[in-house]
Protein backbone atom coordinates (compact mmCIF):
# COMPACT_ATOMS: atom_id res chain seq x y z
CA UNK A 1 0.00 0.00 0.00
CA UNK A 2 1.03 3.65 -0.78
CA UNK A 3 -0.66 6.47 1.28
CA UNK A 4 -0.39 10.00 -0.18
CA UNK A 5 -0.71 13.25 0.57
CA UNK A 6 -1.39 16.68 -1.22
CA UNK A 7 -1.21 20.06 -0.11
CA UNK A 8 -0.17 23.02 -1.39
CA UNK A 9 -3.36 24.50 -3.11
CA UNK A 10 -4.97 27.62 -2.90
CA UNK A 11 -6.31 30.97 -4.70
CA UNK A 12 -4.44 32.57 -7.07
CA UNK A 13 -4.67 35.39 -10.02
CA UNK A 14 -4.32 34.62 -12.92
CA UNK A 15 -0.75 34.18 -14.17
CA UNK A 16 0.76 33.41 -10.89
CA UNK A 17 2.19 30.29 -9.62
CA UNK A 18 1.20 27.47 -6.90
CA UNK A 19 3.84 24.65 -6.06
CA UNK A 20 1.47 21.35 -4.92
CA UNK A 21 3.21 18.76 -2.47
CA UNK A 22 2.27 14.57 -3.00
CA UNK A 23 3.64 13.35 -0.32
CA UNK A 24 4.12 9.31 -0.34
CA UNK A 25 4.30 7.09 2.19
CA UNK A 26 4.06 3.12 2.91
CA UNK A 27 5.63 1.00 -0.17
CA UNK A 28 7.91 3.69 -1.16
CA UNK A 29 10.95 1.49 -2.66
CA UNK A 30 8.25 -0.30 -5.23
CA UNK A 31 8.74 0.75 -8.52
CA UNK A 32 5.59 3.27 -9.56
CA UNK A 33 4.35 6.29 -11.17
CA UNK A 34 3.15 9.56 -9.49
CA UNK A 35 0.56 10.77 -11.38
CA UNK A 36 -1.56 14.40 -11.31
CA UNK A 37 -4.75 15.00 -12.09
CA UNK A 38 -7.45 17.11 -11.91
CA UNK A 39 -10.83 17.59 -11.65
CA UNK A 40 -13.36 20.65 -12.21
CA UNK A 41 -16.96 20.03 -11.30
CA UNK A 42 -19.50 18.70 -13.85
CA UNK A 43 -15.86 17.62 -15.49
CA UNK A 44 -13.84 14.19 -16.20
CA UNK A 45 -10.80 13.69 -14.17
CA UNK A 46 -8.34 15.34 -16.68
CA UNK A 47 -4.75 14.10 -16.82
CA UNK A 48 -1.94 16.82 -15.88
CA UNK A 49 1.16 15.25 -15.50
CA UNK A 50 2.84 12.03 -14.37
CA UNK A 51 6.79 11.07 -13.39
CA UNK A 52 8.27 7.45 -13.18
CA UNK A 53 9.50 7.57 -9.65
CA UNK A 54 13.14 7.69 -9.24
CA UNK A 55 13.93 6.63 -13.23
CA UNK A 56 13.24 10.63 -14.22
CA UNK A 57 10.68 9.77 -17.39
CA UNK A 58 8.16 12.60 -16.74
CA UNK A 59 4.90 12.95 -18.99
CA UNK A 60 2.59 16.12 -19.27
CA UNK A 61 -1.27 17.11 -20.48
CA UNK A 62 -1.27 18.78 -23.53
CA UNK A 63 -3.57 21.80 -21.58
CA UNK A 64 -0.47 22.28 -19.15
CA UNK A 65 2.88 21.23 -21.52
CA UNK A 66 4.81 24.55 -21.24
CA UNK A 67 3.51 25.87 -18.22
CA UNK A 68 3.51 23.22 -15.61
CA UNK A 69 6.41 21.08 -14.69
CA UNK A 70 6.81 17.79 -12.43
CA UNK A 71 9.69 16.92 -10.19
CA UNK A 72 10.72 13.99 -7.37
CA UNK A 73 12.42 15.11 -3.94
CA UNK A 74 13.38 11.03 -2.97
CA UNK A 75 14.47 12.20 0.44
CA UNK A 76 11.69 13.16 1.27
CA UNK A 77 9.23 10.59 -0.92
CA UNK A 78 7.68 13.77 -2.55
CA UNK A 79 6.77 14.59 -5.80
CA UNK A 80 5.90 18.67 -6.75
CA UNK A 81 3.74 19.97 -9.66
CA UNK A 82 5.26 23.26 -10.49
CA UNK A 83 2.30 25.35 -12.03
CA UNK A 84 3.30 28.38 -14.01
CA UNK A 85 1.04 31.19 -15.69
CA UNK A 86 -2.63 29.51 -14.03
CA UNK A 87 -5.35 30.41 -15.70
CA UNK A 88 -8.78 30.57 -14.88
CA UNK A 89 -9.46 27.03 -16.54
CA UNK A 90 -6.72 25.36 -14.34
CA UNK A 91 -9.48 25.47 -11.26
CA UNK A 92 -9.84 22.25 -9.86
CA UNK A 93 -8.88 19.46 -7.42
CA UNK A 94 -5.62 18.33 -8.22
CA UNK A 95 -4.73 14.50 -6.90
CA UNK A 96 -2.10 12.93 -6.78
CA UNK A 97 -1.84 9.10 -7.55
CA UNK A 98 0.23 5.89 -7.54
CA UNK A 99 0.39 3.11 -10.19
CA UNK A 100 2.68 0.40 -9.62
CA UNK A 101 4.69 -1.05 -12.62
CA UNK A 102 7.03 -3.21 -13.31
CA UNK A 103 9.10 -1.10 -15.73
CA UNK A 104 8.61 1.60 -18.10
CA UNK A 105 5.05 2.46 -19.42
CA UNK A 106 3.80 4.42 -22.39
CA UNK A 107 1.69 7.67 -22.13
CA UNK A 108 -1.21 6.28 -22.78
CA UNK A 109 -0.91 3.91 -19.71
CA UNK A 110 0.40 6.84 -17.55
CA UNK A 111 -2.49 9.53 -18.43
CA UNK A 112 -5.52 7.04 -17.94
CA UNK A 113 -6.99 7.69 -14.55
CA UNK A 114 -8.31 3.94 -13.75
CA UNK A 115 -4.77 2.93 -14.43
CA UNK A 116 -3.87 4.04 -11.39
CA UNK A 117 -3.94 2.21 -7.94
CA UNK A 118 -3.72 4.46 -5.08
CA UNK A 119 -5.37 8.57 -4.92
CA UNK A 120 -4.88 10.90 -2.47
CA UNK A 121 -7.82 13.37 -0.55
CA UNK A 122 -6.95 16.04 -3.18
CA UNK A 123 -5.97 20.19 -3.00
CA UNK A 124 -8.26 22.73 -4.46
CA UNK A 125 -6.52 25.10 -6.82
CA UNK A 126 -8.78 28.58 -7.43
CA UNK A 127 -7.42 30.82 -10.30
CA UNK A 128 -9.54 34.39 -9.92
CA UNK A 129 -9.80 36.08 -13.39
Known amino acids: QVQLVESGGGLVQTGGSLRLSCAAS????????IGWFRQAPGKEREFVSA????????YYGDSVRGRFSISEDNAKNTVYLHMNSLKPEDTALYYC??????????????????????WGQGTQVTVSS
Open 26 to 33: GRTNSEFY
Open 97 to 118: AVKIVLGYIDFSIASAPRNYNY
Open 51 to 58: IYWRRGTT
